[in-house]
């Protein structure tokens, strides 16, 4: 619940969202160009379930007990991202940093003609 997270102050949720930010550069890594542009709500979903856990286990919570869905939710997303980071999932509308075009610069030479020598 909402509750569970009442006493957390701003600064350390944000350290949290920032460690499970890293947590999902390191997979997306693997297969897009960091920083992405845009990316799908699961992806968010994810690193917001990483940085829950971090919190709870941080305060105190029960992983077999009433707690135990926020360990699942954790442990389903750190499989997620090693999904993405091996190929095996592909997120629908990330958009990466790579460069969109495939005009490359061309290198041009140029000599005189033999002269015979």
Do not use: C, H, N
Not at 33 to 46: I, M
Not at 48 to 74: M, N, S
Request: charged content about 25%; cysteine-free.
């Amino acid at each position: 619940p909402a509750a569970a997270l009442e006493g957390v102050s701003p600064s350390t949720r944000a350290e949290a969202l920032a460690s499970a930010t890293d947590d999902a550069d390191a997979a997306l890594g693997a297969i897009y160009e960091l920083p992405l542009v845009a990316w799908p709500d699961s992806l968010r979903q994810r690193v917001t379930d990483i940085a829950a856990f971090r919190l709870l286990r941080r305060r105190g919570f029960q992983p077999t007990g009433a707690d135990e869905l926020v360990v699942k939710a954790y442990d389903d997303a750190m499989e997620w991202l090693a999904r993405v980071a091996r190929g095996t999932l592909v997120l629908p509308g990330v958009v990466d940093s790579a460069p969109t075009s495939d005009v490359t610069t061309a290198v041009s030479i140029s000599t005189r003609p033999l002269r015979g020598w």
